[in-house]
């Protein structure tokens, strides 16, 4: 299961703070939640992983294609910052 909370941090910063399991079906969520984001030009998204206990290497792929210059990753464990490093240098 995963938890979603969006917090604006500014007028043109929003984090989006997972909490719980991300999986590849959760992935979909995710993706509704930043959807609204992605098409403001100029918005900045943060991915908060600070919460998530675990994540699938499907999972992983998903976010690695969502990564671009206006969607960061911060706060991952450092089993899901070397699955993100593993899965990017495959891709």
Same mark, same amino acid.
């Given at each position: ?11 043109? +910063? *929003?984090? #989006?703070? @997972?909490? %719980? ?22 918005? +900045? *998204?943060? #991915?908060? @992983?600070? %919460? ?40």
């Amino acid at each position: 299961m995963l938890k979603i909370t969006e917090n604006f941090e500014t007028a043109d +910063t *929003v984090r #989006l703070r @997972l909490d %719980g399991t991300l999986s590849k079906d959760a992935v979909g969520e995710l993706a509704d939640a930043y959807s609204p984001h992605r098409d403001n030009a100029g918005r +900045t *998204v943060i #991915l908060d @992983l600070a %919460g998530v206990e675990f994540m699938n290497d499907q999972a992983a792929r998903c976010l690695i294609k969502m990564r671009n210059e206006r969607l960061s990753i911060v706060n991952c464990s450092p089993f899901i910052a070397t699955l993100l490093e593993t899965v990017a240098k495959a891709e």
